[in-house]
């Protein structure tokens, strides 16, 4: 269980300037990285960014999705204002990367993302926040400003005990190549987005 970091360590980046922690995973062999800001305060809000894993967005910047735009975007915000970034492993929405291409796969032929995962026999998300609720409290956090757009993280937290005093949107630019899996989001997942792809 990923209650004590198994090692931390000063990252400068494009970013900013960042502590590097790694936490193990309960699920995992890869550890869970958090980044946090050289400002991290727990003793007020915390603004935190909960990232699932995404190779295909945050390494190679695919246009398929908005999730490598939502990990720069929250390392910016919680460089500028403080805060903590947790990247989990748990590619493809909790599926794996072979999955999640096999899911592209489908996608590429009229299914949408969650159509998709459940012609493979998966949940539309298989995610837990679990390892990083026990992250957050490792780390002494009790409230915290999500950076989200998932309510379901939200709702992790909540019942954690964990307080989510503001729920922060960080927009994202839309490409073609991602309408139809944003859409599928806000209309089969409850995300929420300001403005509706």
């Known amino acids: 269980m990923p209650h004590t970091a198994l090692v931390k360590s000063s990252i400068p980046s494009v970013y900013g300037d960042f502590d590097m922690w790694a936490f193990a995973s309960a699920v995992e062999s890869m550890p869970h990285v958090v980044l946090t800001s050289k400002s991290f305060d727990v003793s007020q809000a915390v603004s935190v960014r909960i990232h699932s894993e995404c190779m295909t967005g945050d390494v190679f910047g695919s246009k398929r999705c908005d999730c490598g735009q939502q990990l720069q975007n ?41 159509e998709a995962n459940h012609k493979l026999g998966f949940q539309a998300d298989e995610r837990s926040y679990h390892d990083a609720i026990e992250i957050l409290k490792a780390l002494g956090v009790g409230t915290v400003r999500l950076i989200s757009n998932n ?47």
Do not use: C, W
């Open 74 to 114: 929250a390392l910016r915000y919680i460089e500028k204002h403080g805060g903590a970034l947790i990247y989990l492993r748990q590619e493809g929405r909790g599926i794996g990367l072979v999955h999640k291409l096999e899911a592209y796969n489908l996608q590429d032929q009229g299914l949408d993302t969650v």
């Open 151 to 197: 309510p379901a993280k939200i709702d992790a937290l909540s019942k954690a005990g964990i307080q989510v005093v503001e729920q922060i949107y960080l927009p994202t630019e839309v490409f073609h190549e991602n309408q139809g899996y944003l859409k599928a989001k806000v209309e089969k997942m409850g995300h929420i987005f300001p403005t509706h792809p």
